[in-house]
């Protein structure tokens, strides 16, 4: 069983940065492939980025250039740097573990966070 407790949301005006960290519980978590998924109001959740077991990072078209995905193995902890974030950013993020092989998708995935909101204000 793996526990993922997102932190690092809040409000932040457009253009501004944010870091978002996913904490996970056990003594696996290097065996496990990481992403965040994001889901706005009203609106289907939507891939953001995803690192591999061996850190190969994947993003998806809206964030390329402007979010980081990175992890650190020691510390159980993935985080995603968010930089000239924008209104169309605003969403509640999660962290999502997948055992084995990284997926670019939305579903799929083992454990899941509880959610981080990130405002953006124009």
């Known amino acids: 069983q793996v526990q993922l407790v997102e932190s690092g949301g809040g409000l932040v005006q457009a253009g501004g940065s944010l870091m978002l960290s996913c904490a996970a519980s056990g003594r696996t978590f290097s065996t496990y492939a990481m992403a965040w998924v994001r889901q706005a109001p009203?609106?289907?959740?939507e891939f953001v980025a995803a690192i591999s077991r061996s850190g190969n990072t994947?993003?998806?078209?809206?964030?390329?250039g402007r979010f980081t995905i990175s992890r650190d193995n020691a510390k159980n902890t993935v985080l995603l740097q968010m930089n000239s974030l924008n209104p169309e950013d605003t969403a509640v993020y999660?962290?999502?573990?997948?055992?084995?092989?990284?997926?670019?998708?939305?579903?799929?995935f083992d454990y899941w966070g509880q959610g981080t909101q990130v405002t953006v204000s124009s």
């Open 42 to 45: 009203g609106k289907e959740r």
């Open 58 to 64: 994947y993003y998806a078209d809206s964030v390329k």
């Open 94 to 108: 999660y962290c999502a573990a997948r055992r084995g092989i990284v997926v670019v998708t939305t579903h799929d």
